[in-house]
């Protein structure tokens, strides 16, 4: 039986309605470094497809490698980097969940993008765009991994998000993603940071981050 083993996530699957739309929420996920395959880390996204889930919305929680980003500010997600051992669509191919070679030149649907971007700004959200760049854990990186982060182009780096996005791009379920920013990962004033830190950062930017989603569910 896969369950949640972090302190802050609870792996529960709530059900019920925002502003009339069926919504099925899951509090928490599974991660890579738990040790947990692939497959199971991403068997939700599979589960909420045959559910009727028909277009998903992923949060996390990352440090920043852009100078310009704040501890609890927000990311829209543009693309990502991918720097995690494996993929969930390793293995035999079912054609008809998803191709064997999915696309993924525009992994994060440009609708729900642009409707999350229309939202902040009539609502005065502060919301970033940028890349993520997805990295095992559990373990936070060095001085020297946090300055080639930012060399190949990441604005924030997390341990999640990217194997659930691979999913939904292979199984045709449009998905988008938001970082909430936690920590500040500058090599050159490196502080050290604790588990109870960015749990405190990401319980500030909560009421943000849902009433962007809540608002954004009511318009797609």
Partial sequence: ??????????????????????VVAMVGRFHFYEGYSMKEVT???????????????????SGALNPNYQKGDLMLLDDHINLLPGNPLIGSNKEEEGPRF???????????????????????????????????????????????LRIIGADVVGMSTVPEVI??????????????????????????????????VAATAEPVLTKLIVQTVAEL
């Fill in 1 to 22: 039986m896969v369950t949640s083993t972090v302190e802050s996530h609870k792996g529960r699957l709530i059900f019920g309605k925002l502003n009339g739309v069926e």
């Fill in 43 to 61: 068997y939700p996204v599979r589960l909420m497809k045959h559910l009727g889930v028909q277009k998903l919305m992923v949060s996390n929680a």
């Fill in 102 to 148: 999915p696309d993924m030149g525009r992994p994060y649907d440009q609708q729900i993008n642009r409707v999350l971007t229309d939202v902040a700004a009539k609502h005065q959200i502060k919301i970033h765009q940028g890349i993520y760049a997805a990295v095992s854990g559990p373990n936070l990186e060095t001085r020297a991994e946090y300055r080639y």
């Fill in 167 to 200: 999913v939904a791009n292979h199984i045709g379920l449009p998905c988008a993603a938001i970082s909430v920013i936690t920590d500040v990962c500058d090599p050159d004033n490196l502080h050290p940071v604790s588990l109870a830190e960015i749990i405190e």
